[in-house]
């Protein structure tokens, strides 16, 4: 099995590279989607959150208001901490058992934002980021998810920078161009994970 962590700050075109390489066929585990999981109504993990921030981050549906604790915990590290310290623990108990269910000889791309943050590069045998210029990440977020920019500008500033995240890549994908030239590259990075010694 090659283990493969996939990261990029907000707005660098991650989701697309880890959509591609799941068409390609690597077994994806996206931390996003487990974070989101294990904070569902009536787990443990949304009960443990309620009990930290409070019944105010709670949707009339009973699920958790992702914009309003994001307001809370983006540009406040200490409540950050506390977020993360909750779901953190979670999300890598549920990332082992789908790593131990993917097939021996699988491309396991693990799609994790905080890859850099978390200094967690050693725990894979190739880190991917997906790189772009912080203009362009602001561009998308506001254009493209309806962010203010001061909101998408707090998200950015509380991730690693873009040459911390550069600093643990074993390959760099551009994502300032166009869709194609992104595939491309997605291509050719596949192209090298499928055709390395399996370690």
Same mark, same amino acid.
């Given at each position: 099995m090659l283990k493969v962590g996939l990261t990029g700050g907000i707005g660098s075109g991650k989701s697309e590279v880890s959509a591609q390489l799941r068409e390609l066929g690597a077994v994806v585990i996206d931390a996003d989607r487990?974070? @989101?999981? &294990? &904070?569902?109504p009536g787990t443990p993990g949304l009960a443990a959150v309620v009990a930290e921030f409070g019944a105010d981050v709670l949707l009339p549906s009973g699920g958790l208001d992702r914009p309003k604790l994001g307001r809370i915990v983006f540009g406040d590290p200490e409540r950050l901490a506390a977020l993360n310290a909750i779901v953190h623990p979670l999300v890598g108990e549920r990332t082992k058992q789908l790593?131990?269910?993917?097939p021996a000889d699988a491309v396991v791309v693990y799609d994790v934002p905080l890859l850099? *943050?978390? @200094? /967690? *590069?050693? $725990?894979?045998d190739e880190v991917v980021v997906v790189d772009a210029?912080? *203009? &362009? $990440? /602001?561009d998308r977020l506001v254009a493209r998810r309806g962010m203010t920019e001061e909101d998408a500008r707090a998200r950015m500033a509380s991730q690693a920078s873009r040459e911390t995240r550069r600093a643990v890549?074993?390959? %760099? %994908?551009d994502n300032s161009g166009t869709l194609d030239a992104l595939r491309a590259q997605t291509d050719a990075l596949w192209d090298a994970l499928t055709r390395r010694p399996a370690p």
């Open positions: 487990i974070a @989101r999981d &294990v &904070v569902e790593m131990d269910a993917a850099a *943050e978390n @200094r /967690l *590069e050693s $725990q894979y210029p912080e *203009e &362009v $990440q /602001l890549a074993t390959h %760099i %994908i």
